[in-house]
């Protein structure tokens, strides 16, 4: 188990964090999704989301968020977003999720870049610099333009996309890091074992879409 998420953390060295800075390609991060089969104060066991069951250690200072759910109409011009999609053949981004970053987050991760939600899937972190109702061919959603340093992009939104935030969870860790949960957690090889540095987690099966 370990070699393969060694070879993992290889593999997707390239890849960058939402929340976050990439670490050295020296020492490669991975992103885990999946549900906790068990933990205790020094371990977490995962269920990842193709099956396979991973456990890592669970460090003190491990970062914990807990994510929150939203609705379409608290994306409004200004806001500073993250948002993982598809591209599509016009050149628009078709968005799988949207991330409603909390203020003192703005800036974090600003750019646009592979993302490892499904394959070929991008992520975009900017601020909604315009914001209109989606084309017709998607009843309901919104047409966002995302302005980010380097340049923009036109993302459609269906009304079908969970959109979400996150607050620190650090101080609520025991009720939020509890078997059943759904997680993504950033982890990364320390000292020959694969441990967890940064989790976002939802609360009663609330599950991070991004």
């Keep these: 188990m370990l070699k393969q998420l060694v070879a993992s953390l290889t593999f997707l060295a390239v890849l960058p964090l939402a929340w976050a800075q990439t670490s050295a390609p020296s020492n490669p991060t991975v992103r885990v999704r999946g549900t906790i ?87 975009t972190n900017a601020t909604v610099a315009d914001l209109v109702a989606a084309p017709a061919s998607v009843p309901g959603g919104q047409k966002l333009l995302l302005r980010y340093k380097d340049g923009e992009k036109t993302v459609i939104v269906p009304p079908t996309a969970p959109v979400v935030t996150f607050k620190p969870g650090k101080e609520d860790e025991n009720a939020l890091v509890v078997p059943g949960a759904k997680v993504m957690i950033t982890a990364q090889v320390r000292d020959g074992k694969p441990t967890a540095l940064r989790m976002i987690v939802g609360r009663n099966g609330f599950a991070p879409p991004m």
Excluded: C, N
Aim: no cysteine; hydrophobic share 40%.
């Design 37 to 123: 089969e068990k933990v205790d104060a020094t371990s977490l066991t995962v269920r990842e989301r193709s099956g396979e069951v991973i456990t890592l250690v669970r460090s003190a200072d491990m970062a914990v968020s807990e994510v929150l759910p939203l609705k379409l109409a608290d994306i409004r011009p200004g806001s500073y977003v993250g948002t993982a999609a598809m591209p599509q053949a016009d050149g628009t981004q078709l968005a799988l999720e949207v991330l409603v970053f909390p203020e003192a987050a703005r800036g974090t991760g600003e750019g646009h870049y592979p993302w490892d939600l499904q394959p070929q899937s991008t992520m």
